[in-house]
């Protein structure tokens, strides 16, 4: 029996290796066998070790992500199952890779060795998500990896649509780093997209390094459109010490849409070990312009020894993002910070002044990412032109958080103190604010908040999972005076917000019991919801009950009406001898 047993699956496993029948039965076991990940069409070839493939597709959470056609690859299958992945020869006519590839949490401790003879794809076409811009190039080379001490490459891949060449020629083999990389490229290119800078403009870079005993001596160049940066200096893989110094000098550029400056100037010398080096450097930035932030003029320094590092920045000039009055222009913002490289967490300390703002915090940043973060303002009436109130008072906030493989969990408890006489400080008086919230690592969000004022009471607590949005909330303002002083009475309301972060439908229902001082309280009924939001596609507003022993009733509604301009219609309204109806563009 155990002989025909092992006769039948030597049978089978023949059948399956070199017949064209048996490929097809390989083909359907691999998607279900890798999870989905690996889906493999028109296998054929003398199997295990010489095979071809018309179509292999990779797969992740996401979806596809890399597409191989018409592969072949020589090996040895058998020393695969070990630690030691042997390619012989592995080329493609064609690979597109679509995006990165969502990485998943690896549990191998056991070290393996790649070696891949020769390498050869005749079109790589990558897709901007791949890469930060879309490239068609050609690929040949081999390469050798067991371990960051010792890897070796030689690698040439060529542009087919545009100018551009990417060597390789480099090894590490006994700690001792020796080779060249290289990129040369004209106009927009990847090394500006793989930065995040597509508009970088033509780059030539060169990195040499030559063996000097046990050491590395090592040389950078970097020139881009208007840019030079260099560097120069000895490393010791082994020993991790380094002695390099560097520099950088840029002219007017604008190397993103959402980035640009006029000039760029640092240079600097780091010395030591890799883990505690002494830093010396300097930087000075003209005109920068970030993502709508605009810093005049950006002046900083940072030096450090025997694993303290100190960050001083000095930002003037600053304006924020649709900001029209410049407020923090008035005078610098002073950033400072600190760094501990001496103990695990790595924690930084840091504060951010300016009269109108104070910011400071510590963060451990290895392991679990957690710290504190404290804002205060001390005058909120200054900020008037950013918030449109006057109000004078002022206000503090701190905010805890800490990040694991998990997700981020934040906690924030603040207090405004407003005072005057306007409406919204004797509303608020001095609020106590509480919330939490939690980031999960698949992206769902979680939040509750609590806001407790003069006259005011807030509590909103949701979620947002798997693209779709769930949050309820209540508000009640306690003492109706404080908003007009005529009025007395209560208001309530309930609301939900439902949909998707680009379509959802906001809805609130709720009572006032109120009078004008000196009669008695009725009660009035308020429905209202707003669609389409946060563009907002319409909104509906319902009043009834009674006030002041009189009837109340309105029935609106507003739509848009073009760009920039709303339909306010009036189906019904009236109290007492007013009544109301018709429509109006706003």
Known sequence: IVAAILGAFFVFLVFCLFTPAGHGVIEALIEPLSGGRIVVSGLSGNLPNHLNARRVTLRDTAGTWLVIEDVSLDWDAVSALGDHVNITRVSAASVTMARRKIARPSTSTTPTTIDIGALHIDRLELKAPALGHAAVLTATGSLHYTSRHDVAAELVVQRLDAAGRYDIHAAIANDILTGTISIAE???????????????????????ATAEGTRNSVELKFQADHMDVSGNGTMDIAAQMADIAFSARAQEMHPSKDLSWSSIE?????????????????LRIGDLAANGVRVAALSGTLDGAGGQANLRLMAEGLTLPGEKSAVFAAAPVAVTAKMDLNTPPRTVTFAVDHPLLHLSGTSATRGVISGRITASVPALERLAPLTGSKTPGNASVTLDFARNATGLDLTAKGTVAATGTSAIARLLGRTVLDATARLGADGALSLRTNLKGAAI???????????????????????????????????????????????????????????????????????????????????TLRLSGSFDGASVKLNSDIAPAGADAWKLSIAEGAWRSAHLGGAVTL
């Not at 693209?467 to 908003?483: C, H, N």
């Open 457 to 539: 009471r807030a509590e909103i607590a949701g979620s947002q999972r798997s693209g779709l949005r769930d949050f309820t909330g209540d508000i009640a303002i306690t003492d109706l005076s404080r908003l007009s002083a005529t009025i007395a009475g209560t208001l309530t309301l309930r609301g939900s917000l439902l949909g998707t972060p680009d379509n959802a439908k906001l809805t609130l229902n709720g009572t006032a019991s109120a009078a004008t001082k000196g009669m008695a309280r009725q009660t009035i009924t308020i429905a209202a919801d707003a669609t389409g939001l946060p563009k907002f596609k319409s909104a």
């Open 186 to 208: 004209t106009g927009a290119g990847l090394a500006g997209g793989a930065i995040g800078l597509p508009d970088l403009g033509s780059v030539a870079l060169e990195l040499r």
């Open 266 to 282: 640092a240079q600097g010398r780091v010395q030591g070990s890799f883990s505690a080096p002494n830093i010396a450097a300097t």
